[in-house]
């Protein structure tokens, strides 16, 4: 059997696979079991920052691998405390919980909030929550992310929950000031929704949840799985708003492709937690985060996130040429950095990935709509103007 037979018979069915094997990568591209070549603005899903063949990150895999792949977090190992220190002192950040994935540090950001609310600021453990989010798969994000169809099946979800519209505060301040406010310790959100479809939150409003959450003691938590370390251009998302939260989640490129997931809080925060309050048996282990540091060097090195930001202009001046040439298709494009949606009237997104495809090109769907685009950071204008024009020409045949 070949590889998409043995898949088919063997794993679970949970993923809507696009009908491709792929092999091997290089730079900003991939390569099929035909040898056929793709430039890719997927990212593994925003996981690829660095795209494919990075030399440093790959000789810090095979010399930690010759060295230490695993031990335990009753032992200290100097590739996990030196990227902690790193990823603090580049944030707000006092302190780190290292973990394996995005659900897994929203899981640590909620378990956080809530006993720092039950030790200290003797509030209610309820979790004000955004519409159209999504936090990821475990019972604890799941049931913090604000989509349906992702609940659908899984019923019932964790109570203390609440949805509220996304870049509206005053739906929040009416629970918070309301006769039941005590009851919420946290409140989380993606500065940019990602899964949700490419959706920015505003500066004013963010501005006027820290306030809010501030004066309550509320802790704020910044889900940046994956639109932080470089991803809008900034080292962090929340660095575009001139806020800081209590708690931040990272995972998707930290590890340059390797699994890991990252809780950031300050202090105050962070003091909550003891030993045995929570725990993970290989987060933060030497393999993975020998490999983040690599990646993390690499993204804070001089000029860098200055070209992403230069690229990330230029990526949104040709969506906004795409949008007016094709305004009766195109309902709106959004773009932050080298994150971007176009958001169709009525084309399905995933029948435009699937023809991006034929001509070369990888890409994600949000929503049933919205095409994602989110490349590796050393994406070049040249591969934005190739992708440009291919869309073009698969547009043209909507007419």
Same mark, same amino acid.
């Given at each position: 059997m070949d590889t998409k037979e043995l898949t088919k018979k063997f794993i679970m069915n949970t993923y809507g696979r696009f009908d491709l094997t792929?092999?091997?990568?290089?730079?900003?591209?991939?390569?099929?079991?035909?040898?056929?070549?793709?430039?890719?603005?997927?990212?593994?899903?925003?996981?690829?920052?660095?795209?494919?063949?990075?030399?440093?990150?790959e000789n810090a895999v095979v010399n930690q691998v010759k060295k230490l792949i695993h031990t335990s977090n009753y032992f200290y190992t100097e590739p996990q405390a030196k990227l902690a220190e790193k990823l603090c002192v580049n944030s707000?950040?006092?302190k780190v919980f290292f973990c394996n994935s995005g659900a897994e540090s929203v899981e640590g950001a909620i378990?956080?909030?809530?006993?720092?609310?039950?030790?200290?600021?003797?509030?209610?453990?309820?979790?004000?929550?955004?519409?159209?989010s999504f936090h990821g798969r475990t019972f604890g994000a799941l049931s913090a992310t604000g989509q349906d169809k992702y609940h659908s099946g899984f019923e019932p979800l964790l109570n203390g929950f609440e949805h509220v519209k996304f870049n509206d505060i005053e739906s929040i301040e009416k629970l918070i000031n309301g006769e039941n406010g005590k009851d919420y310790c946290a409140v989380?959100?993606?500065?940019?929704?990602?899964?949700?479809?490419?959706?920015?939150?505003?500066?004013?409003?963010? =501005?006027?949840?820290?306030?809010?959450?501030?004066?309550?003691? $509320?802790? !704020? %938590?910044?889900?940046?799985?994956?639109?932080?370390l470089g991803r809008t251009g900034k080292l962090f998302a929340y660095m575009n708003y001139d806020v800081e939260p209590d708690i931040m989640t990272l995972a998707k490129p930290l590890a340059g492709g390797l699994p890991i997931g990252a809780v950031l809080a300050n202090e105050k925060t962070a003091k909550a937690f003891e030993p045995g309050n929570h725990a993970t048996t290989f987060g933060g282990g030497p393999l993975v985060t020998?490999?983040?540091?690599?990646?993390?060097?690499?993204?804070?090195?001089?000029?860098?996130?200055?070209?992403?930001l230069n690229t990330g202009v230029y990526v949104k001046e040709a969506l906004d040429g795409l949008k007016s =040439?094709?305004?009766g298709?195109?309902?709106?494009?959004?773009? $932050?950095? !080298? %994150?971007?949606?176009?958001?169709?009237y009525s084309i399905k997104s995933k029948d435009i990935a699937v023809k991006l495809i034929d001509e070369g090109f990888l890409t994600t769907t949000v929503q049933d709509t919205v095409?994602?685009?989110?490349p590796p950071l050393i994406i070049k204008k040249n591969h934005i103007n190739l992708l440009m024009d291919a869309i073009v020409k698969i547009l043209e045949g909507y007419k």
């Amino acid at each position: 059997m070949d590889t998409k037979e043995l898949t088919k018979k063997f794993i679970m069915n949970t993923y809507g696979r696009f009908d491709l094997t792929l092999v091997k990568g290089e730079d900003c591209f991939l390569y099929d079991e035909n040898g056929k070549k793709y430039l890719d603005f997927a990212s593994g899903i925003a996981v690829n920052n660095l795209g494919y063949g990075n030399k440093a990150v790959e000789n810090a895999v095979v010399n930690q691998v010759k060295k230490l792949i695993h031990t335990s977090n009753y032992f200290y190992t100097e590739p996990q405390a030196k990227l902690a220190e790193k990823l603090c002192v580049n944030s707000f950040a006092d302190k780190v919980f290292f973990c394996n994935s995005g659900a897994e540090s929203v899981e640590g950001a909620i378990k956080l909030a809530r006993i720092y609310a039950g030790k200290f600021s003797k509030r209610g453990y309820k979790v004000i929550a955004m519409q159209n989010s999504f936090h990821g798969r475990t019972f604890g994000a799941l049931s913090a992310t604000g989509q349906d169809k992702y609940h659908s099946g899984f019923e019932p979800l964790l109570n203390g929950f609440e949805h509220v519209k996304f870049n509206d505060i005053e739906s929040i301040e009416k629970l918070i000031n309301g006769e039941n406010g005590k009851d919420y310790c946290a409140v989380i959100l993606e500065p940019v929704q990602g899964e949700g479809g490419v959706n920015i939150s505003d500066k004013e409003y963010m =501005k006027a949840l820290r306030n809010l959450t501030a004066q309550n003691d $509320i802790s !704020l %938590i910044f889900d940046e799985v994956q639109a932080g370390l470089g991803r809008t251009g900034k080292l962090f998302a929340y660095m575009n708003y001139d806020v800081e939260p209590d708690i931040m989640t990272l995972a998707k490129p930290l590890a340059g492709g390797l699994p890991i997931g990252a809780v950031l809080a300050n202090e105050k925060t962070a003091k909550a937690f003891e030993p045995g309050n929570h725990a993970t048996t290989f987060g933060g282990g030497p393999l993975v985060t020998a490999a983040a540091n690599a990646f993390f060097d690499e993204i804070t090195n001089a000029g860098f996130l200055d070209e992403v930001l230069n690229t990330g202009v230029y990526v949104k001046e040709a969506l906004d040429g795409l949008k007016s =040439k094709f305004s009766g298709l195109i309902k709106e494009v959004r773009s $932050i950095g !080298l %994150i971007s949606a176009i958001e169709f009237y009525s084309i399905k997104s995933k029948d435009i990935a699937v023809k991006l495809i034929d001509e070369g090109f990888l890409t994600t769907t949000v929503q049933d709509t919205v095409l994602r685009l989110t490349p590796p950071l050393i994406i070049k204008k040249n591969h934005i103007n190739l992708l440009m024009d291919a869309i073009v020409k698969i547009l043209e045949g909507y007419k």
